[in-house]
């Protein structure tokens, strides 16, 4: 609802936002990291900045238009045609379902041209995007579309069912006011009436963009965290230029006739950038792919001769099975991200293409990659230097420098930096003396060059996907069969860190692989699946300390001794 008074962001511009539900979220502005724009000149953004505008509006201007934009199998939009796409659902937005400024708005559905046109509608029209993953279940959704106070959901029609359960109640069950489901992508045998593609029919292919200040939140990206409960990550205007013009312009160095492909869905921000933003900054093109697992990820690098491809080192180490069936010569730089790579996998794919992997470090909280190095300045097994615009440090545990050789706390600061949407626990930890402390552990060289350790918290990242044990453990422990349980992550060569799970049954429950098979099925109804523990080992207590915490260093070391676990 619009209040009286014009709302004014910390620097003292207007904000265009008359829903300030997303300002009003931030931490206070002491507890941001420290943000510092200085010596990139390309960050020098102006106050009054639509970074929907910039990109999309923009490179029509800059005479982009008639060039390849989005390609997808059987379909090719341009630069022109996605921002016709785009105006007229911004249209649909303002005209047919009443968004105001600052409104946040949920979308659900697989990488497509189309959910890019509704992801640059959103911001056009001055409102906030909240992009989920497909595997999503209907009890994550509705966590974010209470923590994000949710009252519109933009779905894929197959993916909707979870959606309508969302925007019905919230998580205690309460009805939630207003929520409503719009479908796209609805089959030509069902009614389309009420659709995003019926309601854009007519809609004019102009729209007046709203004019955001450069500080209002464009986006909140959700990533799990070791507390059990998905974290909201606020990002304005400004940030998603800056992450545009520090790692790509600067490591990545992409071509206006580059082709890119990957894997990463746009709800995670290493798919937003590397498959929507960095393509077109510089007027390329990119290739969306509803399914993107290896196999049809290799198959897609072929047939639309990609030069650039964005994935997880556990789909570099599918592919190397697969390479000889296909032509992979079109290739010319390959970026991992998501989970630490191997040196065995960069090694592997470098003797078996000549192409040398792009390693990098990024974070949901800081939107993208700051750590990274490509060309002559890879090391094999460094993650890379810092990215121009960013500055790193590795920190002992009372935030003091360590010298290089010397393991540590990895603190990053930059253009873009944690704001935690209504956590202050979470803020607090995250972001100390300005600096962003991301969790992991790492090794700075006298070179620069920054070597990864391990996590330094709880989160399972396998095959690339962050995974919060404690909610694993929340779901199983719903289950009639378990008593007691613990969920951590393992080495595993082929994930990087597989889910398992410990599990102390009630009285009278068989310790069986069927048992096991059970529990997995029953996480895999709750939560996304790739969340599912693939190991499970039937314990009859848990190791915990005289107050009663849980020693999970016990239970990892315990695991590193079994290979029996039941696996799937």
Known sequence: MSEPTTRRLPGGVATAHVDHFAHDALPARDLWPTMDYAGIPELDYPDRLNCA??????????????????????LTWSYADLLARANQIAHVLVDDLGLVPGNRVLLRGPNSPMMAALWFAVLKAGGVVVSTVPLSRARELVFIADKARIALAITDARLAADCAVAMAHHHDGRAREGGRVVEYNV?????????IEALMAGK???????????????????????????????????????????????????????????????????????????????????????????????????????????TAPTAYRAMLGMRQDYDLSSLKRCVSAGEALPLSTFTAW??????????????????????????????????GRVVPGYEACVMDESMRPVPDGTIGRLAVRGPTGCRYLDNLERQRAYVQGGWNLTGDSYIRDADGYFWYQARTDDMIISSGYNIS??????VLLEHPAVQECAVIGVPDEHRGQLVKAFVVTRPGVEHSTATARVLQDWVKEQLAPYKYPRAVEFVDTMPRTATGKLQRFVLRDRARETATEPRS
Not at 54 to 70: I, S, T
Not at 271 to 279: A, D, I, S, T
Not at 352 to 377: K, M, P, Q, R, V
Not at 469 to 474: K, M, R, S, T
């Open 469 to 474: 044990g404690p909610e694993v453990e929340g």
């Open 53 to 74: 505008a910039e990109l999309l509006d923009g490179a029509v201007a800059r005479g982009w238009g008639g060039r390849p934009c989005f390609r997808a199998p059987g």
């Open 350 to 383: 470098r003797e078996a293409t000549g192409l040398t992997i792009i390693d990098g470090i990024g974070a949901t909280e800081l939107l993208h990659i700051f750590i990274s190095a490509s060309g002559d300045d890879v090391r094999p097994g460094a993650t």
């Open 204 to 310: 004019p292919v102009t729209f007046t963009n709203v004019a955001t200040a450069a500080d209002d939140v464009a986006l909140i990206a959700f990533t799990s965290g070791t507390t059990g409960e998905g974290k909201g990550t606020m990002h304005f205007h400004r940030d998603v230029l800056a992450i545009c013009d520090c790692f790509p312009r600067y490591v990545l160095k992409p071509e206006m006739d580059d082709v890119f492909v990957g894997s990463p869905p746009f709800a995670f921000t290493f798919g937003l950038g590397g498959l929507v933003l960095f393509p077109m900054r510089v007027g390329a093109s990119s290739v969306l792919l509803e399914q993107a697992t290896p196999p049809f990820l290799i198959q897609a690098i072929q047939e639309y001769r990609a030069t650039t491809i964005f």
């Open 187 to 195: 089959a030509s045998d069902v009614d389309a009436t009420g659709s």
